[in-house]
């Protein structure tokens, strides 16, 4: 407890309840198992899993999501083989259910390895339309390849530029902007007080970011949805960089139209920054509120 209170004492006046969270790090999350709707059904996977001893409990935002408690490698199992399911933390599953693309739309995953929310996309479009999902890392794309094929899904093209410099030749129904970020919400502690799924910063990333989420935006066709999202609690990685699309190009933040998510909303105020009022649209997500990993979702409209 006193380490994780020490490692995120910075965020301890905008975390509310600072002494759940700090907790709640000490536990893990239940496994969270996106169904693959394109292969089989949610209720097969969780009769199949119930056979195995597994206690099951779907999540209340989407029949597709099974939270199975025990579960260490959900990998080896044979549904996994199968391709009957991806797993994904719950958090981030909620990135698709709230960008929402349909089946025939053209979608851009602008930071798209190794393809966890590419494919819950796909799925969620029935495998029409067209998703490009691009990475700057060709080694992660190969990954999402793999996952892609695996999962059965064809609705797919992949590109490997800097997402910042991505050609400006299309507009997209959909854009999501999944950062590279601090991945400060990943951060939990084992029985033994180890640190894990620790990922060290690297560079400039708020810039980084601010440059992607502006890219997305410009390729955002008029009417369209972008979806800004880290798994990070740092506002210079969250608020900041959504406070700089606002003032340099007309965004429009929107509501997260989705129920039943226990969350806090996005900050108006930081040490010395200030942020438009909109922001209480973000959703922040804390594991002692919602037990998975940390998020941060901005939705925005063209
Ligand atoms: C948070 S991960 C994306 C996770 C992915 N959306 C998923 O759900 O599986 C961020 C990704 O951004 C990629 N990336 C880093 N810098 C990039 C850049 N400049 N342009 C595009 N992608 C970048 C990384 O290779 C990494 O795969």
């Known amino acids: 407890m006193r380490q994780s209170a020490e490692f995120f004492a910075p965020y301890a006046e905008i975390i509310p309840d600072f002494a759940a969270f ?9 496994c969270c198992l996106r169904v693959n709707t394109l292969r089989t059904e949610a209720d097969i996977v969780r009769a199949r899993l119930a056979q195995y001893g597994y206690r099951i409990v779907p999540a209340p935002f989407a029949a597709e999501l099974l939270l199975v408690e025990g579960l260490t490698h959900p990998g080896t199992l044979r549904e996994a083989l199968l391709g009957y399911y991806h797993p994904q933390a719950l958090t981030s599953a909620l990135a698709a259910l709230i960008l929402a693309p349909q089946p025939g739309e053209g979608v851009l995953d602008l930071c798209a390895a190794p393809g966890s929310k590419t494919s819950h996309m796909a799925q969620l479009m029935r495998d029409q339309g067209l998703i490009v999902a691009n990475d700057r890392h060709d080694k992660r794309l190969a990954m999402l390849e793999y996952n892609l094929k695996h999962l059965g899904i064809s609705n797919v093209v ?7 410099n991505f050609p400006l030749r299309h507009k997209f129904a959909r854009v999501l902007v999944d950062a590279p970020c601090s991945g400060e919400g990943n951060y939990r502690w084992d029985a033994r007080g180890r640190l894990l799924h620790y990922r060290r910063s690297q560079g400039d990333l708020p810039r980084l970011q601010r440059q992607l989420l502006l890219r997305g935006f410009d390729l955002l066709a008029a009417g369209g949805t972008l979806l800004y999202a880290t798994c990070t ?18 965004a429009s933040l ?9 969350h806090a909303p996005g900050l108006q105020h930081w040490r010395t920054q200030t942020y438009d009022a ?9 594991p002692h509120q919602l037990n998975s990993v940390g998020f941060f979702l901005a939705c925005i409209r063209a």
Do not use: D
């Not at 929107?254 to 226990?262: F, M, R």
């Not at 909109?278 to 804390?286: F, I, P, T, V």
């Open 254 to 262: 929107q509501p997260i139209p989705l129920q039943k998510v226990p």
């Open 278 to 286: 909109r922001m209480e649209y973000c959703w922040r997500l804390y």
């Open 22 to 30: 700090c907790s709640a790090l000490h536990t893990l999350p239940p």
């Open 233 to 250: 609690y740092n506002p210079a990685e969250n608020e900041a960089v959504v406070q700089a699309l606002l003032e340099q190009r007309p």
């Open 158 to 164: 992949t590109t490997c530029y800097a997402g910042q």
